[in-house]
């Protein structure tokens, strides 16, 4: 059986190609995980449905300083179905369609950041797995992301419920969050 979603992150640009057009090819979403641009990295784009970049990346891969200017180029240019750059502790901005939205982070204290993003990563993959509206995903994985810096290695690592608590325990209407 073939899954929903490929996640990539662009390290092996010749076989991450390869995989998105199998998976363009069966209907499968492809993800990618865009921290660093790569040779080949042009070619790849155009097979992406969900973009998740960091700051330096969009920057560097648009040349252009202005976070809304650079999204706009970039979905102007290889229309991703919804393209996300996360600041790390400033939250994460999305455009999705005409609209670009800030998602602000949780502002936690900070024990190790390491894994924070791949902890995004996944939380955002659950969400849209689950089909939750773009926004909650952004809510949820930030939340995710947030926990994890508490708590130094895997054990960092939150499941389902710790978000889910952690989220109510600010006041967030977690009913929209089924899983």
């Not at 939205?101 to 502002?107: L, Y």
């Not at 992301?145 to 977690?174: H, S």
Request: glycine share 10%; proline share 3%.
């Amino acid at each position: 059986a073939l899954g929903k979603i490929l996640h990539i992150d662009g390290f092996n640009p010749v076989q991450d190609l390869a995989a998105a057009r199998f998976a363009n090819s069966k209907g499968i979403k492809v993800m990618l995980d865009a921290n660093a641009v790569f040779e080949g990295m042009e070619d790849l784009l155009p097979f992406v449905d969900y973009l998740v970049t960091s700051k330096a990346f969009l920057n560097e891969f648009t040349r252009v300083e202005n976070i809304e200017g650079a999204l706009r180029y970039l979905n102007n240019k290889l229309k991703p179905g919804i393209l996300v750059t996360t600041l790390g502790s400033r939250g994460s901005v999305t455009l999705l369609g005409d609209g670009v939205f800030f998602t602000d982070s949780f502002k936690v204290n900070a024990v190790d950041t390491t894994g924070a993003g791949d902890v995004y990563h996944g939380a955002f993959l659950f969400g849209i797995l689950k089909e939750w509206d773009i926004k909650d995903i952004m809510v949820f994985s930030s939340a995710a992301a947030a926990i994890k810096c508490t708590t130094g290695g895997r054990i960092g690592i939150p499941g389902y419920k710790k978000v889910i608590d952690f989220l109510n325990e600010r006041q967030i209407d977690t009913e929209r969050f089924k899983p």
